[in-house]
């Protein structure tokens, strides 16, 4: 895990300020003025005073881990939200935010704006009534694959898995208030994207998984690869599996047949599972396996157990998984 434990170089994009200085960030809140004109035309009612909105990114690029942040509220009203940003495009405005305040209603909040106007509530809980003016509040946010967690006060609150991988990307702080907000020790810890391999528990594919795929992930890539029996104890359950899926930004299976023609179901099952979170898991299959028609679009790596075909698996793999870690949101 690689620990940031202050980051330097932040940008505003909105129209509130932000000061930032060593270990604290200052948001100095406002009112947005809104002229008579535009009111009438979008029916605001003209005596509402509505906080300033403001976005502050940081240059880390965020692979996964943990995020974390004291935030402090000077004064609180059904308005007031502070939120940590795991993913911001500045292409498109799309963004997933957890934090505090994040509805009129609730205190804890996972949300994600599609484009530059609409937000989707996926995960909210709390009751606003509750958030308090001038108490520090220590937010923790984890990013595994496609499962974000939020914590407050150490205690976990809130837990969502997008249909998605999220990608690497900038984070930052989403703030919206009339009155001061606090944010000191905003830290990032930031975890190697997880790589969880499906294979038979037998030879040759143990052989495989430590000489090629472990190779290539781990050793040089420098990702984290685990397989299920390296994670748990006899009487595992499907669902623990399906948790490790969920939290893998790629899944690497072996799809081939036994020497009968017969198919593994349990590996079947996995990647079935990995598909429907939108996984896109890179397939591995011996060269003379026959593919079920349902899986023949995938993307396959075809192999010969020869040491010409080792290597074109090797490269094959590197590429694949480049590809991924590489891509961004499937929206």
């Not at 939200?81 to 957890?98: F, K, L, P, Q, R």
Request: proline share 5%; with cysteine.
């Amino acid at each position: 895990m690689a620990k940031n434990k202050f980051l330097k170089n932040w940008a505003s994009l909105f129209f509130g300020k932000f000061k930032v200085n060593p270990n604290v960030i200052i948001f100095e809140g406002g009112i947005h003025n809104i002229d008579k004109e535009t009111r009438q035309r979008n029916n605001i009612d003209l005596g509402r005073e509505f906080p300033i909105i403001g976005l502050l990114l940081n240059d880390l690029t965020f692979k996964g881990g943990e995020i974390s942040a004291e935030i402090e509220f000077e004064e609180v009203d059904n308005d007031s939200m502070c939120e940590i940003v795991i993913y911001h495009d500045v292409s498109t405005g799309y963004m997933i935010t957890a934090g505090l305040g994040g509805t009129l209603e609730n205190m804890y909040t996972i949300r994600n704006r599609i484009d530059k106007t609409i937000w989707n509530y996926p995960a909210f809980a709390g009751t606003r009534d509750n958030l308090e003016k001038k108490k520090k509040y220590f937010v923790q946010v984890k990013v595994k694959g496609s499962v974000v967690e939020l914590y407050v006060d150490k205690v976990k609150v809130l837990s969502y898995a997008f249909p998605f991988t999220i990608p690497a990307s900038q984070i930052g702080l989403w703030c919206i208030n009339k009155k001061k907000i606090t944010i000191s020790k905003f830290e990032a810890d930031i975890n190697p994207p997880k790589v969880f391999v499906i294979i038979p528990f037998t030879s040759p594919y143990l052989e495989m998984y430590e000489q090629v795929i472990k190779k290539i992930a781990e050793v040089e890539l420098k990702l984290e690869v685990t397989k299920a029996d390296e994670q748990y104890f006899p009487g595992q359950i499907i669902e623990d599996i399906e948790r490790e899926i969920s939290e893998s930004s790629i899944v690497i299976a072996d799809v081939s047949s036994d020497p009968d023609g017969k198919f593994n179901p349990n590996v079947y099952y996995e990647v079935g599972f990995a598909r429907a979170k939108n996984k896109s898991p890179i397939l591995l299959a011996e060269k003379s396996t026959g593919l079920p028609f349902d899986i023949r679009g995938f993307r396959t790596i075809f192999y010969k157990d020869s040491i010409i075909g080792r290597d074109d698996l090797e490269d094959k793999l590197r590429k694949f998984i480049k590809e991924i870690l590489d891509r961004g949101l499937p929206i």
